[in-house]
């Protein structure tokens, strides 16, 4: 069956509001703060009462002592009308008009939305019958604004665009009316709530300054029994207000609605001054539904056939309780004669109709009176996570969202790297609406997420019990190639070798906030390493996305340890004998153009040689080739990579008294003219060509030593090609280390 589809101008045209309605999406965020009551809010029944069924897309229109009147759409399409009894929860059909209308009694008020309206008595089995039609009666135009038991209040056209409230009733057979305002220039009316005879009118008009006017607004309590006149005078105490306007009426309390510019406010007037609460703007639609004891009750209804519907929420008046949820969703409110409401809705345990009243403990009671039977178990009704996740771009976060099928419940999110298993456990935080939301900075157990597939799985438990329900799926992490990266997260990983031959791995973090490079984590990857009297990284030597490392023995003998992408190495391959004839090594950075790294080495008489990388890891290089002559002067040479935004690789050399010098690769192997970079660079022990550290796309250098360690951030200029940054790296440990690759 469709839902109800009763549109907000319903909203107190009857005297005690019907709160049928419907609401756009994303209507209703959590107010302030919102705490959730104990589950039973009160007291809810563990079952409705005996053979009290209520359809699914049934509003809860009216009440009284002996029924409730419904309303749903039938199967063609047409509205269905139906008094349920409380006796024995029979079912009548009421089949005069197409709206109905809350009246606070067994009166049934229905009308075909316009000039035609019904009334009759359900007390006694349907025993009276009566009906109006208004433009008779009064004029064409009027409109019913408001009902309390079997009296009606009319908008009735008075001059030009003027109106007139009117009081209606039947009385021995003989129509009775009765005008309640003694202005001339009113401009419309509502009736929007009542207790016993009493009600409170909201008005406004025309006030005039010469031939300019302004529009006043105005509040009115007057008495259905002594048809008391709504007089202008002392009643303008009500601000802007409208069709969606609601309001209560109790014997401590009236309350009402109003739409100023700076937002939606509810009004209390009751003993001292009145109170004011304003709405954020989640709940700029909200309406009142009621005061039950010392609670306002309010919230944003929508639809309960399709569950578009938000919380109904409650909060003290006078106590400065702060909002709380009493049901999980609510559509409609009709109000009965001893003052309880019946609420269509839900909790986290049942769908139905409930009866709310003043509780003990000074919070409301609330009652399952019918019962829908739709389940109201949870599940995970949409997934927003991509499917692709780029975190190259600094601060950037992958988003992910989940919305269920009702709120309470506390959801758990896991992220399994499927590669290596690694995985990230964290709580999602609620944002709104059912919906749930994280969003992950691609840090995987303290370090930047590596490439691959990963797994996700949602785990959303209800608060108050019951199953739990899932949800998963899957996506990519996709990060650029960085040849000084061992574990395929795209940041770079320093080597060191303590003075026990132990090799430890630091990873770094891309993007260092204020201009601080800062470490993630640091690995031992294995002892043994004291046999080598050089270590030096190399980049993908054997083509993979992961950095290679060669180390010589004391023997003079190369050997390669392929990285195998998770941070370790395969187990070392031999280059080959006789490097003992050189006394620096330089590798990881493409020398001549081709896409992968070359090695250069120094011997003893000054000669500079490189050996062109293959791509194969079972001969690695090329024969050597010489480059040139002279290089003696220089104690260290460091490959770091394009840092001038030239055609191919650069080389740093420092000499004896500790100028740093930039050899400009050329594409083909050889260099350009030594640039000065500068001098005192004797204050660290090695430089190492260190990748793409800053995340800028440009490879950087680490300096350390004894003094310190810094990162130098290539600039791409050939005359000025660093900029220092401060790193936490190998703070106070500038001895510990023989060899940083």
């Given at each position: 069956?469709?839902?109800?589809?009763?549109?907000?101008?319903?909203?107190?045209?009857?005297?005690?509001?019907?709160?049928?309605?419907?609401?756009?999406?994303?209507?209703?965020?959590?107010?302030?703060?919102?705490?959730?009551?104990?589950?039973?809010?009160?007291?809810?029944?563990?079952?409705?009462?005996?053979?009290?069924?209520?359809?699914?897309?049934?509003?809860?229109?009216?009440?009284?002592?002996?029924?409730?009147?419904?309303?749903?759409?039938?199967?063609?399409?047409?509205?269905?009308?139906?008094?349920?009894?409380?006796?024995?929860?029979?079912?009548?059909?009421?089949?005069?008009?197409?709206?109905?209308?809350?009246?606070?009694?067994?009166?049934?008020?229905?009308?075909?939305?316009?000039?035609?309206?019904?009334?009759?008595?359900?007390?006694?089995?349907?025993?009276?019958?009566?009906?109006?039609?208004?433009?008779?009666?009064?004029?064409?135009?009027?409109?019913?604004?408001?009902?309390?038991?079997?009296?009606?209040?009319?908008?009735?056209?008075?001059?030009?665009?003027?109106?007139?409230?009117?009081?209606?009733?039947?009385?021995?057979?003989?129509?009775?009316?009765?005008?309640?305002?003694?202005?001339?220039?009113?401009?419309?009316?509502?009736?929007?709530?009542?207790?016993?005879?009493?009600?409170?009118?909201?008005?406004?008009?025309?006030?005039?300054?010469?031939?300019?006017?302004?529009?006043?607004?105005?509040?009115?309590?007057?008495?259905?029994?002594?048809?008391?006149?709504?007089d202008w005078g002392g009643t303008s105490n009500a601000g802007p207000w409208n069709q969606d306007s609601t309001g209560a009426y109790t014997a401590d309390y009236k309350a009402w609605t109003e739409y100023p510019a700076e937002g939606t406010k509810l009004v209390v007037a009751g003993t001292g001054p009145l109170r004011t609460f304003t709405m954020d703007r989640s709940l700029s639609?909200?309406?009142?539904?009621?005061?039950?004891?010392?609670?306002?009750?309010?919230?944003?209804?929508?639809?309960?056939?399709?569950?578009?519907?938000?919380?109904?929420?409650?909060?003290?008046?006078?106590?400065?309780?702060?909002?709380?949820?009493?049901?999980?969703?609510?559509?409609?409110?009709?109000?009965?004669?001893?003052?309880?409401?019946?609420?269509?809705?839900?909790?986290?345990?049942?769908?139905?109709?409930?009866?709310?009243?003043d509780g003990s403990g000074g919070r409301p009671a609330v009652t399952l009176v019918a019962d829908t039977g739709r389940s109201r178990a949870l599940t995970v009704t949409a997934s927003n996570v991509p499917t692709e996740v780029n975190l190259e771009q600094a601060g950037r976060k992958a988003a992910m969202e989940w919305t269920l099928s009702r709120a309470n419940a506390t959801v758990d999110l896991t992220l399994t790297h499927a590669a290596t298993g690694n995985r990230l456990t964290t709580r999602v935080a609620a944002a709104g609406d059912n919906r749930y939301a994280f969003a992950w900075d691609g840090v995987l157990n303290g370090i930047s997420a590596p490439n691959g597939g990963y797994d996700w799985q949602i785990t959303a438990t209800p608060a108050d019990g019951g199953a739990a329900a899932t949800a998963s799926g899957s996506f990519q992490v996709s990060r650029q190639a960085n040849p000084h990266d061992y574990n395929d997260n795209g940041s770079t990983d320093v080597l060191a070798r303590d003075a026990s031959g132990v090799l430890w791995r630091d990873d770094l973090f891309d993007w260092p906030p204020a201009g601080r490079v800062t470490t993630a984590k640091r690995t031992k990857i294995g002892g043994g390493w004291q046999v080598y009297n050089q270590i030096e990284a190399v980049g993908n030597l054997a083509g993979a996305p992961t950095g290679d490392v060669v180390a010589r023995d004391t023997s003079g003998v190369l050997w390669l340890y392929l990285?195998?992408?998770?941070?370790?190495?395969?187990?070392?391959?031999?280059?080959?004998?006789?490097?003992?004839?050189?006394?620096?090594?330089?590798?990881?950075?493409?020398?001549?153009?081709?896409?992968?790294?070359?090695?250069?080495?120094?011997?003893?008489?000054?000669?500079?040689?490189?050996?062109?990388?293959?791509?194969?890891?079972?001969?690695?290089?090329?024969?050597?080739?010489?480059?040139?002559?002279?290089?003696?002067?220089?104690n260290q040479i460091t490959a770091v990579g394009d840092i001038a935004g030239g055609a191919?690789?650069?080389?740093?050399?420092?000499?004896?008294?500790?100028?740093?010098?930039?050899?400009?690769?050329?594409?083909?192997?050889?260099?350009?003219?030594?640039?000065?970079?500068?001098?005192?660079?004797?204050?660290?022990?090695?430089?190492?060509?260190?990748?793409d550290v800053t995340g800028d796309g440009r490879p950087d250098m680490i300096a350390y030593g004894p003094g310190g360690t810094y990162v130098y951030q290539s600039t791409g200029s050939a005359t000025a090609p660093f900029s220092r940054q401060t790193t936490n790296l190998y703070a106070g440990e500038g001895g510990k280390f023989t060899s940083v690759a």
């Open positions: 069956m469709a839902s109800v589809r009763t549109t907000r101008r319903r909203l107190g045209a009857c005297a005690a509001t019907v709160l049928a309605v419907t609401v756009g999406a994303g209507v209703l965020a959590s107010p302030g703060a919102v705490a959730a009551p104990a589950a039973t809010a009160g007291g809810v029944a563990a079952s409705p009462a005996e053979g009290a069924k209520l359809p699914v897309d049934a509003e809860i229109v009216s009440t009284g002592d002996t029924g409730y009147l419904t309303s749903r759409k039938g199967d063609l399409g047409n509205t269905v009308l139906e008094w349920h009894k409380y006796a024995d929860g029979s079912v009548m059909p009421v089949n005069t008009g197409t709206m109905g209308h809350d009246s606070n009694s067994d009166t049934v008020v229905t009308s075909d939305g316009g000039s035609s309206v019904f009334l009759r008595d359900m007390k006694n089995g349907d025993t009276w019958y009566t009906s109006f039609e208004l433009a008779a009666v009064f004029k064409p135009g009027s409109r019913l604004v408001g009902v309390v038991g079997h009296d009606l209040f009319v908008s009735v056209p008075g001059t030009g665009d003027y109106r007139e409230l009117w009081q209606l009733a039947k009385v021995n057979g003989v129509d009775q009316k009765t005008k309640l305002t003694s202005g001339t220039y009113g401009l419309d009316y509502k009736v929007v709530a009542s207790t016993g005879h009493d009600l409170i009118v909201l008005g406004s008009r025309r006030v005039f300054s010469g031939a300019t006017y302004r529009t006043e607004y105005w509040k009115a309590v007057t008495n259905v029994n002594n048809h008391s006149v709504v639609r909200a309406v009142i539904a009621g005061v039950a004891g010392n609670t306002l009750l309010y919230g944003a209804p929508g639809q309960a056939a399709d569950e578009t519907t938000s919380p109904l929420y409650a909060r003290g008046i006078t106590n400065g309780e702060a909002p709380y949820k009493l049901l999980e969703h609510f559509s409609s409110v009709a109000h009965a004669p001893d003052g309880s409401l019946l609420v269509r809705g839900s909790t986290a345990e049942a769908d139905g109709l409930f009866r709310i009243t990285g195998k992408g998770d941070g370790t190495y395969a187990s070392r391959t031999k280059v080959g004998a006789g490097w003992q004839v050189y006394n620096k090594i330089a590798g990881g950075s493409d020398l001549t153009g081709d896409g992968r790294p070359d090695l250069l080495a120094t011997d003893a008489s000054g000669v500079l040689w490189l050996y062109k990388g293959t791509g194969s890891a079972s001969a690695p290089f090329a024969a050597r080739t010489k480059v040139g002559g002279g290089w003696q002067v220089y191919a690789g650069d080389l740093v050399a420092r000499d004896a008294s500790g100028v740093l010098w930039l050899y400009q690769g050329d594409g083909t192997g050889n260099f350009a003219s030594r640039v000065r970079i500068g001098g005192g660079w004797n204050a660290f022990s090695q430089l190492v060509g260190a990748g």
